[in-house]
Structure formats: C-alpha cells, structure tokens
C-alpha cells in the first residue's frame, strides 16, 4: 500500500471555523502565514491551501459579499484585473498550458464558501487528469504549499 502525504490538511480538521471566514483578512502581517500573495486596493491573491493542482490561487475582494452584482464597478475592475495578472504568474512560472477559472456563487454551484465571493484559478497541462481523481477521489499535489508561495510571492511584488 501506498501513502499520499497531504500534512496541510491537519490544520484544516483542527481548526476553528465557526464563524470564521478565510477571506476575511488582518494586517499584512499575517500574509505569509496566510498565503496571500497581493494586496490591492478593493481586492486581493491568496493560495488555495486545499488546492485541485499546483498553484491553484484565489482571487477575492475585501467586502464580504456573496454575489457579483453586490460589488461596485470599481472592485469588479480590479478582481478581473487581478485575475488576469494572476493567470500570466501562472503560466510564466509553472508553465501552464492551460487554465481553469470560475467563481462558484451559492451552494448549489458548488461554492465552498458561499458568503464571500472568490475568483479560482487553476492552471492546467494536458494530461493532468489522471485516474487518481476519477477512480480514488484524490488529488496528487507535487510541491508543498509553502514552497509555492515562496515562488510565487516575488512575481507579485513586480
């Protein structure tokens, strides 16, 4: 038998989460430990730490909100702005060949968090869908998540 070693997880089964939410930020002190890679003026980039493949970021604006029409025009500016600077990181720097991107708004579409509004974005190569996802229910991550922020953090202070 073999192990698929996934040691962020712990963190997430340990955690308190009643009324926290994950797009919620503190102060830019936090951002290492968090994973949010930019800052900017109505919306921000943060690493996915349950990520569908490597480099799997997030996009979300600061305002708690849950549907697009709820954010003003400048804030939805910036998140496709955001969106598009953060799929050129991705494929500058592992090489995508292709990109997911989608924003889940309710439960019903899938949304994990479903009262604050977040853009995904998950690069892609051909072939990555193996077996392990359709047949075991598993994602095959191949780089720690701190070692992805740690490459992906200086395209961000470009």
Not at 35 to 64: D, T, W
Not at 79 to 97: M, N, T
Request: aromatic content about 10%; proline content about 5%; glycine content about 6%.
């Amino acid at each position: 038998m073999k192990n698929l070693w996934a040691p962020w997880r712990a963190d997430y089964i340990l955690s308190p989460k009643a009324g926290e939410c994950v797009f919620c930020l503190g102060g830019p002190a936090e951002d290492a430990e968090r994973q949010v890679l930019y800052r900017g003026c109505e919306c921000f980039v943060i690493m996915n730490k349950y990520p569908y493949s490597n480099g799997h970021l997030m996009v979300a604006p600061y305002a708690h909100v849950s549907e697009l029409v709820a954010l003003p025009e400048n804030t939805l500016t910036e998140l496709i702005l955001l969106v598009r600077r953060s799929a050129s990181v991705l494929k500058k720097h592992f090489l995508a060949q292709g990109m997911n991107i989608g924003i889940n708004i309710g439960e019903a579409a899938g949304a994990g968090v479903s009262d604050h509004l977040h853009c995904h974005l998950v690069p892609r190569w051909t072939g990555d869908s193996n077996f392990m996802t359709v047949f075991a229910d598993v994602r095959t991550i191949s780089q720690h998540l701190h070692e992805t922020y740690l490459a992906l953090n200086p395209y961000f202070k470009e």
